[in-house]
């Protein structure tokens, strides 16, 4: 990846490593360092990344940066996560992006990744197996959770027909 | 010598022992080792099998809950859900979306299932942009970037005092030229001259001033401006200012000395540079004048800035310090 390459993937990419950074961290400021810090990481192994898998080793370095920055913070919510995102909680949220996002913010980070990697990037879930290191097959069982946890928080609110 | 049953290991041969799990031998030493320490003889102690009293169990749901999905099995009450699931993430093939739709029109209950994972998919907040790109782009784009924001920094300066001289009284030099001078007649562009009423005005009183034969002082002109003289080629230049409403006619605008062979009068010095504004629309449009003389033996050097109303100069004798006025 040449200059040229780099500079067209920031373009392409780096409102989408945010969006993705800013839904895991809540927070501004720490999404933007990831961001930087990601194409850091990128540039100074640019040499070794063809342009065709730019976005993948984007999403893969942030991923690992945003874990070790929710380690840092201590965010973790582990897997009582989908507990707490099936119970009833005193938000009033009537909007329906509103309370899934809210629902979102309650998942585990694993799963609020492979959602978000899914629905705002399209990718597949061999794809996603290979930007969190997890199997394909583990990627769909996170992804039927996650999705089964979300719907819960809807009916939940009686925000679904 | 360190015996076979011990201290350190007599709960292992107890068990054991309970359990008639021990061989002859060990059993013989293992009784030998109680006899010796009866404090350690547990009455109480009773092996019983716990199958019988451990209850908890997980439910139906749960274990389905646990199963990866298989597109193979067919649909039913207890997989339905994740055929639904599935059918929303695209990944069932038309037979088994056929046997779903099928499934959930026989048992329509499931419908509002089906209809809430349809709403779950998240879409993406395009609003939500990063700001600082440029930033993060490397080599010769990022030079262009901070060279094009220069150049807009200074238009917008440029701009800026511009929009601040809004009296649009044209302040005319006092030096005289000759009638063949062209370039010192004053002109007004079309588009700019009717883009306010005060620049109509003055366009008509210059036209009124030369039909009167007044000779009009001239400040630089913009090549791309209208020259008037062409309408009347015996123009001369005067010192009258061009609007009526300037009390003090005579005033000089560009300072110069009344010693012409030893300064250099601005009108003589170079344009170095073009009206800045000839690019921009109408509505901006402002005299601007720039000029600059390098100083000679016999004469000043300096320079001249004229923006609206606004201006600047300085000047340099030969042998002399820089005076600014």
Known sequence: ?161 | MIEKVNIENYEAYYLDYLENNLSDEDRILFELFLKNHPDLIEDDLIIEPLSETYNNKLSLHEKQSLKLFSSDEKVNDFNVEQFIIAYHEGILDQIKTKELLTFIQQYPIYSNLFNSYKEIKLKPDYTIQYSSKNALKKGKTRALYYFVSGVAAMLAFVIYFSQLNQQKSVVVSTNTTTKNNNSNLISAKKGFVNSTTTYVTKKQLIVEQIKNNHTIDTIQSNENIEIIQQENPNLIASTQPLLPSNPNKNKSVTPTNKNENTYLSFSDMKKPIEVVTQFLPDEYQKFIDIRYAKPTDSKQGGFYIKIGDFQFSRKKSPDQNLTSR
């Open chain 1, 1 to 161: 990846m040449d200059i040229k390459e780099y500079n067209k993937i920031v373009d392409l990419y780096a409102d989408n490593i945010y969006r993705f950074a800013l839904k895991h961290l809540k927070n501004e400021m720490d999404a933007k360092d990831i961001v930087q810090s990601t194409y850091l990481k990128v540039w100074e192994k640019h040499e070794t990344i063809a342009l065709t898998n730019g976005k993948s080793y984007l999403f893969t370095t942030a991923y690992h940066l945003i874990l070790d920055a929710i380690k840092q913070d201590k965010r973790m919510t582990g897997d009582e996560g989908i507990n707490e995102v099936a119970q009833s909680s005193n938000h009033a949220y009537f909007d329906l992006s509103e309370t899934l996002n809210w629902a979102l913010s309650k998942l585990p980070e694993i799963q609020k990744t492979v959602v978000l990697l899914r629905d705002y990037e399209g990718y597949n879930y061999a794809e996603i197996g290979e930007i969190t290191g997890i199997s394909e097959s583990q990627v769909k069982v996170y992804i039927f959770r996650a999705r089964k946890a979300l719907k819960d928080v809807l009916v939940d609110k009686d925000l679904v027909l």
